[in-house]
Each structure stands twice: as structure tokens, then as C-alpha cells.
């Protein structure tokens, strides 16, 4: 495990971000609960893994105040809870696939949790994600009316379930 953050790229496990050196490459560890984080403006959405790593599930949603520092203490519970011994963010790329000001702003939030964390910190592509959500909420039974809590975890859980799926 590392504990400084992680310049990894939005394309998966160990690819080089430009620039990087292979000791900055991000790794994950490949057993343990994974945690997967879906940031976004108001609402960020969880998700973990089994500690096996083969399946993820949802996990909460945490608010957060638009302008606001991202709510780490909130974060913490789950920490301390379920022991995940890595997190994955979702990087919201622009779609020609370059890193714009929201991914800038992903990247930092995960700089600021490995540090605060001493937990190694990867990110992946969430291009998609919360469109496959919000699909899956309306195969499910209807709208999203009074539904849109339950759309960030299912986000996070396609996140970090294409990610474990990489991997094997």
C-alpha cells in the first residue's frame, strides 16, 4: 500500500497517467473491500466490494453543499465501518476523453483522501455510469421521481464493478 496519492489514469488498473513513473503507478490492492466513490455536485454515491473482489453493491450517499469541501468526516464512518483497503473515483471526463475542470476537481478530492487516509487511491473513466444508473432505476420500476438518492450508489456500483472486471 501507498499513502500518497495516486496519478492514475482514467483507463484502469496500472495504466501510466501521462508523465507518471512506474513508482507513481496506481495499484490497488487485489484483496479486501474496495471503495468505490461517485463524485458528484450535491451528491456523492458509495459502493463496495466483497472482500473477495469480485462483486460490488451499494453502499450510501453522502450530501454535500454546493461550493463545499468534500465531506470527509461524513466519509470516515464509512471507513471506519467497512475497512476497505482501497478507493476508486470516478473521473468524469469530458466526452473526447480529456480531463476538464470537474476531473481536475475529482483528482483533488482523491489526493486529499489518500492523505488524509493514508489509503491508496486509483481513478477510472465514470463516462456512462450514471446513464447505465438511471437505465437501471427505470428497469426497475418506474421513474425517478423521489428516486435520485438511489441513482449516485448505483453509480459507484458500476464503477467499481467494471473495475473489478478488468482485473480478472
Known sequence: M?????????DGPGEDAPGATPSERPTLPHTGPLLAIDVGEKRIGLALSD?????AH????LQRRSGKRFPLAA????LERDAPTG????LPLAPDGSEDE???????????IAEKTGLPVDFRDERMTTARALRAVRELGGGLRNRKADVDPLAATTLLQSYLDSRR
Do not use: F, K, M, N
Not at 501507498?2 to 482514467?10: C, E, K, L, N
Not at 472482500?51 to 462483486?55: L, Y
Not at 451499494?58 to 450517499?61: A, D, E, I, K, R
Open 2 to 10: 501507498t499513502d500518497r496519492p495516486s496519478s492514475g489514469s482514467a
Open 51 to 55: 472482500p473477495s473482489q469480485r462483486v
Open 58 to 61: 451499494p453502499l450510501g450517499t
Open 75 to 78: 466519509l470516515r464512518e464509512y
Open 87 to 90: 478507493i476508486l473515483i470516478g
Open 102 to 112: 470537474r476531473a481536475h476537481a475529482a483528482r483533488e478530492v482523491g489526493a486529499r
